[in-house]
């Protein structure tokens, strides 16, 4: 099952720039919406697209208060493809009605980092559904496992009223339930939290029988088709999409989709005249979240993509969507999740990068990381950069404004800092927190980290921005249709 960008041996070395030849240079380029940059004009050049689907929930789900899950294209699905971010001309394609006219709802869902995808491979489009829908789910049997006063553990027997549901996964996701995977003594603590092996042997969960006197009343609201459950398909389903060639512009291409409370990640490649990538000189140290998945063989190590051999080793981590990889970043859980490395280095000047959203402060002192010494930090500290000098960096702009980047949401910062003028001791490098140790963890999605043995200029930080919105995106509205009709 394709999920992502596939392993780390298709990165290359540094970022997403290849050279298949001397006059065909590629790219990568990513996000919700992002620009490639020195693109060339046609509609062949575009050599790949795909949409990924997402699903959201905010709040816990119980029976007396359902939580709807959000995904994209609920209200609607279009893709633009602009020469710049102003859009003042445009190519708009309908995507959810092509999904529609192809026999499918036109939403793409995930559950559990496994998404549906619409694919272009330069000449055609296709969807793969992978997630499945059932209202209501068909019971069997339902078994008393424990009990606990007013609340019982039971064992529901049945089958989803849909295509059947994989062995392999056991999460799926449910308005009126929310997925623990907890057995323990602590269930108790969590009513109407469920878990299971497959939802196609039926699942687990904690009930109050205030709420349902009678195993009649619990089993018709579990099989109620006003009860939704999303869940990963044992076999995938492809649909193909009537949509037409994508043509490129020159000099830029940008991408971004209508998507309004959901928005897609996509992943594009493409021929350019020139492949845009991060600066390499005095980089010593990159990390990345593209690529990468939490069933890699190598899950547990964060490469140094700088070729500098400055590996981080991931602790604590659950490798799940709360903890672990996401589609294009690395999610600390801000409870213990950190990634390090304790390496000795001494230098005067360093420039830190970070491309990070939603910092969350879980605790009084939490650290996105980076670089540390006995007496010496250089980092992100709750939300404000950490630095002696003071010089900061915003969205490819130098000033001497420090910023605060904790609880904005979704949206996207490139931050960071230098620091230099003396001799500066350093003995290791951490993600997620500070000092190798968990004490200091922060909640956080970190997209790309990069660390410098020298002061960037304010040219090199315009580059390394402009490199960063084609890897990673950033945040606009896409062009929607007519009066926003979908």
């Given at each position: ?7 780390l041996?298709h990165l290359?070395?540094?970022?997403h ?16 919406a ?15 697209l795909s949409?990924?689907?997402l ?8 029976p007396?208060?359902?939580?709807p899950?959000r ?5 609607g699905?279009?893709l633009?493809v ?11 394609l ?5 999904m ?5 709802d036109?939403i793409?869902r ?22 499945g829908?059932s ?17 019982r ?16 996964i ?9 997925y ?6 602590n ?12 939802l196609r042997y039926?699942?687990?969960?904690v009930?109050d029988?205030?709420?349902y ?11 109620d088709?006003?009860t ?6 044992f076999?995938?389903a ?10 490129t ?7 971004a989709?209508n ?13 350019v ?6 600066i ?13 998945s939490?069933?890699d ?5 964060l490469?140094d993509?700088?070729?500098?051999g400055?590996d ?17 970043y ?13 390496k ?15 910092v ?19 980092g992100i500290?709750k ?11 915003m969205?490819?702009n130098?000033?001497?404004t ?14 960071g ?5 003396k001799?500066n ?10 000092n190798n140790?968990p004490?200091?963890?922060c909640?956080?999605?970190i ?14 930080i ?8 084609q ?14 009709e979908f």
């Amino acid at each position: 099952m394709m999920n992502g960008l596939g392993n780390l041996g298709h990165l290359g070395k540094l970022g997403h720039a290849s050279t298949s030849g001397t006059n065909h240079p590629e790219v990568e380029a990513s996000g919700r919406a992002f620009p490639i940059w020195n693109t060339k004009p046609g509609d062949d050049k575009l050599l790949s697209l795909s949409i990924h689907g997402l699903t959201e929930q905010i709040g816990t789900p119980t029976p007396a208060n359902p939580v709807p899950m959000r995904s994209v294209g609920d209200s609607g699905l279009f893709l633009s493809v602009m020469p710049d971010k102003a859009g003042s001309d445009y190519q708009m394609l309908n995507i959810k009605e092509a999904m529609k006219k192809a026999g499918h709802d036109g939403i793409l869902r995930s559950v559990n980092g496994i998404y549906d995808e619409v694919v272009y491979n330069g000449k055609e489009w296709k969807l793969i559904q992978r997630i499945g829908v059932s209202t209501g789910f068909t019971v069997t049997s339902i078994s008393t496992l424990n009990s606990n006063g007013d609340l019982r553990e039971v064992l529901v027997r049945g089958s989803v009223k849909g295509t059947q549901v994989t062995p392999d996964i056991s999460v799926f996701y449910s308005n009126k339930f929310y997925y623990t995977g907890d057995s323990t003594s602590n269930k108790w603590n969590k009513v109407y939290g469920v878990w299971t092996n497959s939802l196609r042997y039926g699942f687990t969960v904690v009930y109050d029988i205030t709420d349902y006197p009678t195993e009649e009343a619990l089993k018709a609201m579990i099989e109620d088709e006003s009860t939704i459950y999303y869940y990963v398909l044992f076999t995938p389903a492809e649909y193909s999409l009537d949509l037409p060639a994508i043509t490129t512009y020159d000099e830029q291409t940008y991408f971004a989709s209508n998507a309004a409370e959901v928005k897609p990640r996509m992943i594009a490649r493409c021929k350019v005249s020139k492949a845009l990538d991060y600066i390499r000189e005095g980089l010593i140290g990159y990390y990345t979240g593209r690529g990468r998945s939490n069933t890699d063989e190598n899950k547990n190590i964060l490469p140094d993509l700088s070729g500098n051999g400055n590996d981080l080793e991931n602790k604590n981590f659950a490798y799940t969507p709360e903890s672990g990889y996401g589609d294009g970043y690395i999610q600390y859980d801000g409870v213990d999740d950190f990634s390090s490395v304790v390496k000795a280095m001494t230098n005067i000047d360093f420039t830190i990068l970070f491309t990070i959203s939603d910092v969350e402060l879980l605790t009084g002192n939490s650290w996105s990381g980076l670089i540390y010494g006995s007496s010496y930090y250089l980092g992100i500290n709750k939300g404000i950069c950490f630095s002696s000098e003071n010089r900061y960096i915003m969205n490819g702009n130098v000033s001497n404004t420090n910023f605060n980047i904790s609880n904005k949401g979704k949206e996207i910062f490139v931050v960071g800092c230098f620091n230099g003028g003396k001799e500066n001791k350093v003995i290791g490098i951490t993600l997620g927190s500070i000092n190798n140790s968990p004490i200091y963890a922060c909640k956080q999605k970190i997209y790309d980290a990069l660390i410098y043995n020298r002061e960037l200029t304010e040219e090199e930080i315009k580059h390394n921005y402009k490199a960063s919105c084609q890897y990673n995106g950033e945040d606009i509205d896409g062009k929607a249709g007519e009066n926003n009709e979908f």
